[in-house]
DNA sequence: GCCCGCATGTAACTGGTTACATGATTGT
DNA sequence: ACAATCATGTAACCAGTTACATGCGGGC
């Protein structure tokens, strides 16, 4: 568990916790809330994370905000881990895009289809942006500790950019499309 | 197997085997070259599900290319299970991006180390943008069918879309670190 | 003859997700 | 009292990866 394998889950607990303490229930809230725009956590593995994390020192068991939980909170280990985590090479996740796997055969697909899930494409992309447009200035305004917050806006920059690149190549192909001549789907019209 | 889950990598099998017909060898060889941009496949996966598509009638295991090795080709079936396939819901993966975790905790991790990810990124980044410019010269110059072109060229424009996201990205962020004050890692020298 | 690359598979392991089980606290 | 939510965990399952085992054919 503590081999470069599991060390991505820790990473996130234990950043996580380096902000503030919190308890295991509020730390999944976080996760999803805050980094959800690029990680997650399946639920099932923080518990076991922390209770890894425990054994090893990296983190306390503390005061309760109320009987029967407990704020976990990072130690000075816990922090001297996280920093080896974080100089850790970061390990490329195989690639598995399911609109580009399904435009690779827009032929067999249809271009109406094709065309219709690019338009989606479009949608979800148009939202993300303003969702990271409002998340950028909330950063701005609420963040106290303001070493962390170039940091975030670093993130959320990312998210920015990615976003209307995708919107861009979007309105692009469906373009493209449009002055395709519309065959359908998988015929062989060759004759 | 025929669940909503594994049928992603039949997709990928299906439609490389709607192109022509190949071994499994080649298949996997096909998946790694030519999807490998926006899709991977495991090696272990690709001869059980080949098995799986034969029992129902989607592949057939034809003439051998060799004694032992066996042209697998796409039935008829096969097309229409493509086609069922393609037009199942895109599911998304849930996003798991390790270089933004760690400019995240940038705070923890160090201004210096930070500056050298994003630089890594942006060398990465502009390297798959050379790749992808040669694909599309390639591309348009070797394949005989017009109609996989188009679709194909679809699928390098995103790629292309997305590195010279990631490019922008990487120079803005670098800029910014640049003006940051270089504070040295998680210390607090407030006094 | 021997090694390398093509080719087909299997077995074991790992990481991650989902669902389930349990109970305390708070507000109504 | 009752429902909703906070909170902590466990068990079962599933997908995916890696490593291993095997054998053929052709070139050196």
Do not use: K
């Amino acid at each position: 568990m503590a081999g470069a394998r599991g060390s991505q889950t820790e990473m996130a607990v234990l950043g996580a916790l380096s902000i503030e303490p919190m308890t295991g229930y509020a730390l999944r809230e976080a996760i999803r809330d805050v980094l959800g725009h690029f990680w997650s956590e399946s639920f099932g593995q923080i518990y076991p994370t922390l209770a890894t994390l425990e054994r090893h020192g990296h983190v306390t068991r503390g005061g309760s905000t109320r009987a029967g939980s407990s704020l976990f909170a990072i130690t000075t280990s816990g922090t001297e881990r996280l920093r080896d985590l974080l100089r850790q090479p970061v390990q490329a996740t195989p690639p598995r895009n399911g609109l580009l796997l399904r435009l690779f055969f827009g032929r067999s697909l249809g271009v109406e289809a094709c065309r219709a899930l690019i338009a989606q494409a479009r949608v979800d992309a148009q939202r993300r942006l303003d969702e990271f447009d409002a998340i950028a200035a909330q950063v701005a305004g609420e963040t106290q500790h303001s070493d962390d917050m170039l940091f975030w806006l670093l993130t959320v920059s990312a998210g920015r950019h990615s976003a209307r690149a995708t919107l861009a190549w979007a309105d692009e192909s469906l373009a493209v499309l449009d002055a395709a001549p519309p065959a359908p789907a998988d015929r062989n019209e060759t004759g």
